[in-house]
């Protein structure tokens, strides 16, 4: 499965990217291929692992805030490994075509 997850921490100012820098290391240190950009984490693996990072991600922000918003986005597909690449390679290759 492929989650993309977004976690914010309410409650701490304007300034959140420390906060985040927290959930996006828990993501990275979990081993599962990820990646970050300016609104989403995307995590693939299978569900109980993906889920424990999600929440080990909230945890971290919820470390140094005193509330946050978790927005969440899956791809539930069994049995289909490296999907983060090879789904943004489908799109390419349609685009490369014209």
Known sequence: MIIAFSVTPLGTGVDVGRAVAEAVRVVRASGLPNRTDAMFTTVEGEWDEVMGVVKQATDAVLAAAPRCSLVLKADIR???TDGMTSKVE???RYLAEG
């Open 90 to 92: 489908t799109v390419e």
């Open 78 to 80: 069994p049995g289909v």
